[in-house]
C-alpha cells in the first residue's frame, strides 16, 4: 500500500511558477514509477509526467514539455512537478499516483493522492 498526499497547489498568474509536491508513505518508495495527471472541469483526466523509480527516466506530455519538469527524492519519499510559464490551460486538479509500471494510462496506477488544485487566471 502506497499513501499520496499533494501539496503546493493555488492561484498564480498567467507566466509564472509552482512546485507541487507528493509526499508519500512506505519504506518501498523507490519501486515505485511515479506520475502527474490533471484534470480540468468537464474533461477527462490527461497524463501530464512520469518519472522511473531511480528517477532516470522520464517523459512528458507534448502541451507541458519544456515548461514542466518532474523530479524525486527517494530519501524525501517525495516526488515533485515544477511548473513553469504557466497558462491558462494548465488550470487543472492535479493528482501524483504511483504504479509498479512506467506508463502514461491513468488504468495502470493503483494508487492516487486527493489532488491539488491550481488555477492560472485569464
Known amino acids: 500500500q502506497v499513501q499520496l498526499v499533494e501539496s503546493g497547489g493555488g492561484l498564480v498568474q498567467a507566466g509564472g511558477s509552482l512546485r507541487l509536491s507528493c509526499a508519500a508513505s512506505?519504506?518501498?518508495?523507490?519501486?515505485?514509477?511515479m506520475a502527474w495527471f490533471r484534470q480540468a472541469p468537464e474533461k477527462e483526466r490527461e497524463f501530464v509526467a512520469r518519472i522511473s523509480g531511480s528517477g532516470s527516466r522520464t517523459s512528458y506530455a507534448d502541451s507541458v514539455k519544456g515548461r514542466f519538469t518532474i523530479s524525486r527524492d527517494n530519501a524525501k519519499n517525495t516526488v515533485y512537478l515544477q511548473m513553469n510559464s504557466l497558462k491558462p490551460e494548465d488550470t487543472a486538479t492535479y493528482y501524483c499516483?504511483?504504479?509498479?509500471?512506467?506508463?502514461?494510462?491513468?488504468?495502470?496506477?493503483?494508487?492516487w493522492g486527493q489532488g491539488t488544485q491550481v488555477t492560472v487566471p485569464s
Open positions: 499516483a504511483a504504479s509498479l509500471s512506467l506508463t502514461t494510462r491513468a488504468r495502470e496506477y493503483p494508487y
Open positions: 512506505g519504506r518501498t518508495f523507490s519501486i515505485y514509477a
